[in-house]
Each structure stands twice: as C-alpha cells, then as structure tokens.
C-alpha cells in the first residue's frame, strides 16, 4: 500500500461549514484547506466525518458556510462538480445499479454521451484493471463482497475524476479484498483521495489526517501524531 508520485491536486476548502440532518447538527462550523494528496478522515462513529466526506462529495448541502472542491461550488456547478468527484460507498449495493459487471460500469459513462465502440474500449480496460474481465457478462448482485466493491470502484474511476472520496470502502471486506481494495485507492497519484476509514494502518498511508468528534473537526495533520492523538482519546 505504498503510495505512488505526489500527484498536484486541488484544494479542498470549507469555510465555517455546518450541516444539519433535520434537527441534528451533524458537521459543526468546519474551515479547512487540504490540497494534500491523500486525505485520511478519522473519528469515531457518529464523529462527522461521513458528513465531512458526503458534503465535500455533494451529496449533502452546507446548512451554513461555503465549500469549494477544486474552484467548483457542488450546488452551483453541479454538472462539472459531477464530472470532477467520484465517490465510493462502504456498501457497494448502494453503487450497483445495472443488470450485469459490464453494463453497470458502462452506466458510469452515459453522461459523457461517447460513441458506442469508445465506451465499450473504456469498458473493457476498466474491468480489465480491477480484475473483472472475466466476469463481464455475469450477474452484478452475483458477485463476492470483494468483487461488488471492486466494481463499484471501478464505476466510480471509469470517468477519470479529479477527486475520489471513498466512505470505509474497506468496511465490510475481509483483509485480502482490503489490501486490494486499498491498493487501488492508493497506488494511483494521478487524482486526490479522501479516504474515511477505522482502519488505522490504512490511514497512516496517507499525507494528512483530519480528526472529527462530536461534528467537529479538532485536528489536522500528519497521519503518526493525529492518529496518536485520536488512539489516546480511546485508552481507558
């Protein structure tokens, strides 16, 4: 899981950004600038940091304050917004969508309206580079864990975004669909990675981490002391 070249990547900027989910304030007065390229989010359950990973994902809107991904508002420029961000789910049912591997990767491409036989090449080098050519034609709910999530990162990637932001993409997988998983996520330098994650080690991979509790973020910084701070917060 060693990661590849620095990659130059965007800033990601939220200033004063809270989030309410009905009455429950969920992400509280949050400013950050992060332009590293590996992002890890630590916290406990309930912390904030998939509220953190799912504004800057535009899946949830600012309450108050302002956010900026790459120079791109997620509610304003919606359309390039889409086109920048890929974002992965812990459980990749929640990604699958089409009949079979090869259709619901091709799915990814329909808003890039490309001649039939460029998506099909596209197809078909992506199930190639995450080990799913052979199952192109089968059952996508058929699938292992390990493959469901594959292809869901495989969909999320097919489009080439600027940014991936992965929520416990590791979550429900055993260590060798993990490692694989993570290697995926880290091995590529040409994009930026948030990464929300309990997995520690996996954490410690990357060139910042931010630590959320009770919905706000109380530190940055370099992975070894950020990760030590949120490990002294759990000791008895």
């Known amino acids: ?18 989030v309410h989910l009905g ?40 309450s108050a304050g ?16 889409r086109r ?9 049912d929640a990604q699958i969508i089409m009949p079979t591997v090869a259709e619901d ?5 329909r808003a890039d309206r490309l001649r039939k036989a460029e998506s099909a090449a596209r197809v078909t080098a992506a199930l ?21 999530q594959l292809l869901a990162l495989c969909g999320a990637l097919i489009r080439e975004p600027r940014l991936v932001i992965a929520d416990e993409p590791t979550a429900y997988l055993d260590a060798r669909n993990s490692r694989l998983i993570a290697d995926h996520l880290l091995g590529d330098a040409s994009r930026q990675l948030v990464l929300v994650t309990h997995d520690l080690a996996l954490a410690a991979c990357c060139d910042v981490a931010v630590l959320f509790e009770g919905g706000r973020m109380i530190a940055s910084g ?3 002391e950020i990760i030590g701070r949120y490990e002294s917060s759990l000791a008895c």
């Open 128 to 148: 190639e580079r995450f080990g799913l050519a052979d199952l192109a034609d089968r059952p996508a709910h058929d699938l292992s864990g390990g493959q469901k």
């Open 84 to 92: 920048a961000v890929g974002f992965i789910f812990s459980n990749p």
């Open 1 to 18: 899981m060693t990661p590849g070249a620095a990659a130059s990547p965007g800033i990601l900027t939220l200033t004063h950004a809270s």
């Open 222 to 224: 370099h992975p070894t």
């Open 23 to 62: 009455d429950q304030l969920a992400l509280d007065d949050v400013s950050v600038n992060l332009d590293q390229p590996r992002i890890a989010v630590i916290g406990s359950n309930g912390s904030g940091k998939s509220t953190f990973a799912r504004l800057l994902g535009g899946l949830v809107t600012a």
């Open 66 to 81: 302002t956010v900026s991904v790459h120079g791109l508002d997620p509610t304003r420029q919606s359309t390039e917004f």
């Open 105 to 109: 990767a091709a799915f990814s491409l």
